[in-house]
């Protein structure tokens, strides 16, 4: 059993999990549209609730701690200054649009 830190993760380590995060985002994100897109409104309507909730559990409990700890991995979009590079959310699961 791994034994627990005291310390912050390494600021690398902490870059691996917020681009994991926002690749989760991004795919659940995806998941709304093509559920939207495939399936009835109330279900849809159910579908996008759950997700929001995990994005919000997602961003406020996992990311906000994250770049509190490392503001330098704050992305651009959300009014920081690191670049993520937009290859990182490839393949997509679902664009609209377009047939896969």
Request: charged letters at 30%.
């Amino acid at each position: 059993m791994p034994r627990r830190r005291s310390q912050l993760l390494h600021e690398r380590d902490a870059e691996r999990l917020s681009i994991l995060m926002l690749q989760i985002g991004a795919k659940l994100d995806e998941s709304v549209a093509f559920v939207v897109d495939h399936d009835s409104e109330s279900s849809a309507a159910s579908y996008k609730r759950v997700v929001a909730e995990l994005m919000a559990s997602v961003h406020l409990d996992i990311l906000e701690r994250l770049w509190r700890d490392h503001p330098r991995l704050r992305p651009t979009q959300m009014n920081g200054s690191y670049a993520v590079d937009p290859l990182l959310y490839e393949p997509r699961f679902y664009s609209r649009g377009v047939v896969r």
